[in-house]
């Protein structure tokens, strides 16, 4: 999910049946109908762009509330005793797509906290200053390194959690515009998120679409760097326009070169995973090499990775990771890079929950019906409703590999129709839910990056309001999300890269 590497191709493969069995009918009947249950959806889509766009508050607390406030209104459409309704709930929840994403944060977040005491935002200041990287090409960069970063590990999320932790307090501090470095952090992530092999969402659309992983990665380099050409290009020039932050002389820029040791750390995660290696595995290795890295050298102590407080001093508290504080309680790198995660993880259940309601209530076949019987009725058209429909679901299901599972039984049939190849089908049903998941306020990728910034021990609580950034303000900048899309709809509209099932035949599908 949202780059998770390591997911079985039997869990995807269970994932699919599931999907492709909500077809067959509503398994909850609604008062209105099948679109009665897009209600719970819509609604909080609505209360996203309200609390955002409208009033200008990025809390995921508050999206929490507006995803249970959503579910509970919903509840008063179906029919019957809503026990189906309720069961519903729980079947979402206990989906292995949502499972997969917070595990991935809770990871990273551990990672990228421990790197971060390990003092490596100052050896990335230390790097910039003596490379000579400015603010005005710092989100250049960070668009470059986050895509390599992504495309190395299979996780969007991942990155996006170590580079908000880590580049992107060093670039705000060299000066450059937040809002515009955190949108090419997020572009970065959906550049890997979309081509690596490792990804979830590239099995997802692979294993859906009968085709081969390698295959398909290989076929659709072609439409990812047309789209980070323009974007980092256009990241260049944003960059010399676009001001840095008021940080009102409290940050110093003096970076120190030992922190640099943990790009051994990060590049021990990038290895392992591309050795075939899961992404937990590979994560839980560099945790390992960076605590070694920071207690070796004294990068930092003991307690700044794991602290237990207590109140008066005792015998324990000859112990390294015992301190004596004001309050009891646990602290340190692992329990912050943890804990900022769990409204989100909370949020995350929810949203997968309220999508399981449409699936199970036919809205979703319904919206998919029309869009197969009455646009498609052309190979053109068939292909701008493939991209255009699996948009318009990623802006509703946030999570994008959930979405894509969803929507991907009809991206085969309205594709199968027209003897579109498979690569094809798989390439326009990855891109637009690589995009989408890290474009609008309510997507997953997006609030996993903002979570770091306001979360108890985030970047606020360290920098300042200067390093936060409302998600509603990346929207216009995420250029790589953006352009990809416009990609695949000039693609359709052109017929540029399309291929038909006569053409090639995939490989022997990849059961990874």
Known sequence: MAGSSGGSETSVSDELKEAEEAMEGPRIEFYGGRWA??????????????????LGIGDTNGLVIGALVATIIGMFFAKGDWKTYANTIFEGMTQRVAATAIVAWLWAGMFAETLQVGGFVDGLIYAADALNVGAATFPAAAFILAGLLATGIGTGYGTTVAFVTLFFPAGVLLGASPVLLFAAILSGAVFGDNLAPVSDTTIVSAVTQDSDIGGVVASRFKYAIAAAVPAFIAFLVMGSIMPGADLQGQAALEGTAPGLLHLVSMGIVIVTAIRGRHIVEAISWGII?????????????????????????????A??????GDAAGVGGSLYAGALGFFPLIVLTLLIVSMARIMIQGGGFQAMQDILLNSVATTVRRA???MVLGTAAINGMITINTAAEIAIAPYIARIGEKFNINGYRRANILDANTSALGYIFPWAGGVLVGYQ?????DGLGAQYGDAMIVNPIEVVPYVFHGWFLLFVFIIAAITGFGREYIADRRSEEVARV
């Open 37 to 54: 249950s897009t209600i719970p959806l819509l609604l909080f889509i609505l209360w996203a762009i309200f609390q955002s766009g409208v």
């Open 289 to 317: 090499a960076a605590i070694a890295f920071n207690l070796i050298f004294g990068l930092s102590t003991v307690s700044d990775i794991v602290a237990f407080t207590v109140t008066e001093p005792g015998a324990f508290t």
């Open 319 to 324: 112990l390294p990771f015992v301190v004596v």
């Open 383 to 385: 292909e701008l409703t």
């Open 452 to 456: 770091v910034m306001v979360g108890p």
